[in-house]
């Protein structure tokens, strides 16, 4: 074969190039009008933009690697809390003799490789990542935010990220009236850092802004006080801010208090125990959609704002969990780095992050109640949030509970872990009404109604407890994949039959076969929708079949409608079985094989792998 004959090169063995589709760049050639690259644009954006788009792919490699084992083993490193470690603070603000008090919580998040730095707003990480994008892959971070809890003027974060590989060293801070990168990193911990040590460090903070700064460390009953003072200076050499300080740095602990003053203002920061806020809404109010028929397609992106650093596309990469809605309109993102981040509408095309909070441990499920957002993660807790970001409480379970919390009223929710714990809990404040234990392993979701908790278990019974009280009141030989409730009548699925049962008693009522892989099950109006890949049919309380639908893989329901999400199609049916609207969706690939929606009092939401969406509604 000549070499004009020779196919062209692939990574691959390829049978027949003829049935490949042409390459579209083949026949291109080089234009000779093209001028030479332009050599006076500055090179670190487009740098900075293709980290952050790489990332957006190669971030699922660094996901997880929150600092563990292989943590450096230095005095400094000694200091930092755990990874997703939370504290409340009180803050006293005292200027010209009068003191404002205020409240705080701050969040730990700990990380390895480049996620650390794309845990941020995208504009201020993209800041830092310019002078630490030669250690993307071996950098090791502790990201600190910190959330107002009474502070309505405070509308953003404060977010400070460390370099921790052997001293602790402040990268970066962002805070609601200014931002600062430090350009040689500020050093608030030699490595070797010890009682009667002394450190100077000096460099850029900011555009306008260079540093100074001096320390010194003495003991403190067990804990390291740290004092000195940082000098701001313009770039012409003079004085601009100077600020004293004082430092508490304990074991394992991190700052447990602070003292910062400058002119006439000095603010004491300082641990307190957990305030009592009061308890979040935990009902929603009911959704109504007006004039489905007529829902219009609309196409939504993600971006993220930092108050000194201005808007930029969101980084990181979304976790495939299901978003949750709270009732002040929130959606909530669980992340690979075990962030949740909470997003608002900004634009008729944008939606914005409004905070973002860090949980210990990898996030197994998510679900919102009201303006309560409940979260299990591996290290076997269940941790709630407000819907302003604020972690109200944290609960330790015996196993992980790889199934969501289930509402069983207006203000409690039922939970069970893998070891078969069964817990009835108040959704406000954690607080534990009942406990069951099983003998066997639980990992689907707990079903409540009629007065009845129903536990399915991998030893193949299933189990119906008292609400009220979680005493047992039946059991049944029948290892159920999933239940729900219509009229008076329990639904338990196994296999390919549907059992109609009598919720107090256990007793069975009916017997109903289906075919094809079971994807969902809810009820709408007065029916039960069970879905599967081969078809979704409509059952009312005697197991009568009363309507037949497409297949599903997931069902959105808001009062007596749906909406079916198909491969290809989402219909919009209602209690009746019939659809009265249709609109085509788009493909699934290897990576999108859900369809992860969301309810809105407009309509409904489809979000992507990314940070795009899609949404259906009446609104023009």
Known sequence: ?????????????????????????????????????????????????????????????????????????????????????????????????????????????????????????????????????????????WRTTTTQLNNPAAAYQSTRVYRTNAAVELLGESLPGAAYVYRPALVELPADVGAGQQWSGSGSASDILDYRADFRAEAADGCLLVRGELRYLTKQGQLGRLVNLERTWCPGQGLVSQTESHADVITKTWRTAAPDLGVPTTTAAPLLWTGPASWREHSFDTISIDPTYGEAPMSGVPKSLVPVRTDSGLVVRATSSNDLIALTPKTQIQWVSAWRSHLPGEILTLRAFGNVIIATTSERLVLAYSDAGVRLWELSLDEIAAAPPVRVSDHDVVLVDLAGEVRRLVIGTGAVVWQHSLDSDVTVAPAAGAGVVVVMDRGQVTTGLDATTGRQKWTLDLEGKAAGFVGETLVLLQDQTAHGVDPGTGERRWLRPFFGTFTDLATVGDRLVLATQSATVLLDATGQVTGRLAPYLRLTVVGDRMVGWGTEQAELVDATGTVRTRWTLPSLTLAVQDRPAVATPQGVLLFNSDWTFQGWNDER
């Open 1 to 141: 074969m000549s070499p004009a004959e020779d196919p062209p090169w692939s990574p691959f063995p390829v049978q027949d190039w003829s049935l490949l589709p042409e390459d579209p760049l083949s026949h291109t050639a080089v234009d000779p009008n093209w001028g030479p690259p332009a050599l006076g644009r500055r090179w670190w954006p487009p740098l900075v933009i293709f980290v952050i788009i790489g990332a957006l792919i190669g971030t699922a490699a660094y996901a997880g690697q929150t600092v563990g084992l292989g943590d450096p083993k230095t005095a400094a490193a000694g200091y930092l809390p755990a990874d997703g470690a939370a504290t409340y603070e009180r803050v006293e603000t005292t200027r010209d003799l009068e003191t404002a008090v205020s409240l705080q919580v701050t969040e730990s998040a700990r990380f390895s490789g480049v996620t650390g730095l794309l845990s941020t707003d995208t504009s201020f990480g993209a800041k830092i990542l310019e002078d630490t994008f030669d250690e993307r892959d071996t950098i090791r971070t």
